[in-house]
């Protein structure tokens, strides 16, 4: 039977996360959200439409996520106060309080997954290690882990390159993973995973080792998209220098485009400054200045994303001893995960896609340091 600190420490927690979350402002921006899709020019332009459509259903799913978890905490004090009158049993306390723990644990797990790209779909990427035939199973065993764990969460696979192992097994596996907060969660992967076993490939029937890697990185689309905010430009108007008719010499074609650029990570200030006098057109040169702002912010945002990427990159690790993140050893019957000291001797429910323990002490642990990176 629960006790009341417990119950207590349920109500707390739920009311640091209706903070953590704003419900109150998530709320009235969900009002002005749904209101902008009742234009009647709404649909005209789909792409934009659809951008809309995913914003009011991301605040609706942080709403809807607290309303239950409020509703499942007042549901566990009532029938913790039934109790005391004998209305409930202590099996039916303690069965409110394991459903309430459980929401109430996956809302808090999401509230950490506060990076951009902790949204995005995932590409998960499976190398074998050294050791041939062996270590090529157990990448084959890896991708059926992670093929099963997307399917409880109701994530899409796409497997986007695979290479055969010599005799079985895989040599690499390329999977992109659609759901929600898939890279999110699945970032936790990355590393050496470490099988250790009596191989059915070895005849003398030996204890092996064997490492494969698993690589995993936010999914994006290969287009950027590049937002000019119209209240940050000014423009200067000239007389074209240098040599011309009468028309250059006295029409002000010559156009100075000036944009307050903020940088979205640093804050930090600055003016891109371009000066376009290709046309006597001052239409046309106008339209040449935006084309070129335009390719400055494209290049400034593709040089983050590979910015970002080195950074990820620079997390990958050599596939062999002292760099595995986690131990899967059958004999023992136990899986460990060196970062965090989780384990678990459930070993066939692991390599049947049960990681969320795993993930989940993960992201306890260290999302706190992704948030400050």
């Known amino acids: 039977m629960i006790t009341i600190e417990q119950l207590k420490a349920a109500k707390d927690r739920t009311e640091a996360l209706h903070r953590y979350l704003d419900i109150d402002a998530k709320t009235i921006q969900l009002e002005e959200e749904q209101l902008r899709t009742q ?27 607290y309303k239950e978890v409020k509703l499942l905490v007042d549901e566990l004090e009532l029938a913790f106060d039934f109790y005391k009158d004998e209305m409930v049993t202590e099996e039916e306390v303690d069965e409110a309080y394991a459903k309430t723990m459980e929401a109430l644990e996956d809302l808090e797990l999401k509230n950490m997954l506060r990076q951009e790209e902790d949204s995005m779909d995932a590409v998960l990427k499976i190398n074998s290690g050294a050791g041939g035939t062996e270590s090529q199973d157990w990448a084959s065993m890896l991708m059926r882990m992670y093929m099963r764990y997307a399917e409880a969460q109701g994530y899409k696979v796409t497997i986007s390159n695979l290479q055969e192992g010599d ?59 590049v937002y000019v905010d119209p209240s940050k430009i000014s423009w200067d108007l000239f007389r074209s220098g240098g040599a011309g008719g009468q028309n250059v010499n006295k029409v002000e074609t010559g156009v100075r485009l000036r944009y307050q650029y903020k940088d979205p990570d640093t804050g930090e200030e600055e003016e891109i400054l371009i000066e376009n006098t290709e046309s006597r057109k001052q239409l046309e040169n106008r339209e040449n200045a935006m084309r070129l702002l335009r390719s400055q912010l494209y290049d400034r945002a593709l040089q983050k994303r590979k910015a970002a990427q080195a950074k990820i990159e620079a ?7 002292g ?51």
């Open 39 to 65: 234009d009647p020019g709404f649909w005209d332009d789909a792409k934009r439409a659809e951008e809309q459509m995913k914003k009011v259903k991301s605040l609706e799913k942080w709403i809807v996520g």
């Open 315 to 321: 997390g990958k690790k050599k596939i062999e001893w």
């Open 167 to 225: 005799e079985a097994g895989i040599k690499t596996v390329t999977m992109e993973i659609e759901g929600e907060m898939a890279y999110g969660f699945l970032k936790s992967e990355n590393g050496v995973h470490r099988l250790v076993r009596v191989s059915p490939y070895n005849a003398q029937g030996k204890r092996m080792t064997s490492f494969a890697s698993v690589f995993v990185t936010p999914l994006v689309d290969d287009t950027i998209e």
């Open 323 to 373: 760099s595995q993140i986690r131990s899967y050893v059958f004999d023992d019957r136990r899986v460990k995960d060196h970062r965090t000291g989780h384990q678990t001797s459930d070993v066939g429910g692991v390599m049947d896609g049960k990681i969320d323990g795993f993930i989940k002490a993960y992201l306890m642990e260290f999302s706190g340091e992704d948030t400050e990176g």
